[in-house]
């Protein structure tokens, strides 16, 4: 079956590329989860439009990132918690703990996408990354300070 993507789908290609693909795919994922269309003839003549469409959307998408980007930057996350004589946390600072801070700000960010390239265990300053969107990546620097 010949789809029209609506979305990049990891291994099979990029938004606007028409695939083909195994009838069952098509029906049971793609189709529903709205990331194709079939590729009628219709829809073949209205690929341009469905691609300027899909470009607005997307580029209205990056936007918001890009403002959200600013927003955190600006931020300091200021964590106490409690650690030994040589500065080694009871504990370590976790994504969870970085997502809750964002909340209280009105960030609202899922964990996941918090990206802590090791552990949090000591005091002192560190800088970590958040996937924003596939261009756009925010850092947040975090302050661990003795309790």
Do not use: W
Request: aromatic letters at 4%.
């Amino acid at each position: 079956m010949k789809v029209i993507l609506l979305d990049d789908v990891g291994t099979l290609g990029h938004r606007g590329e028409v695939r083909e693909v195994s009838d069952g795919y098509a029906r049971n994922f793609l189709i529903p989860q709205k990331r194709a269309l079939t590729a009628t003839p219709g829809n073949l003549k209205n690929l341009a439009h469905i691609k300027s469409q899909q470009e607005a959307k997307a580029s209205r998408i990056k936007a918001e990132a890009e403002s959200l980007r600013a927003r955190i930057e600006a931020l300091v996350c200021e964590e106490r918690r409690q650690a030994s004589e040589d500065g080694k946390l009871f504990g370590s600072v976790t994504t969870q703990d970085l997502a809750d801070f964002l909340a209280r700000q009105n960030i609202q960010i899922e964990k996941r996408r918090i990206l802590v390239e090791e552990p949090i265990k000591g005091l002192g300053e560190f800088v970590v990354s958040i996937r924003l969107h596939p261009e756009v990546t925010a850092r947040l620097k975090v302050v661990v300070v003795r309790e």
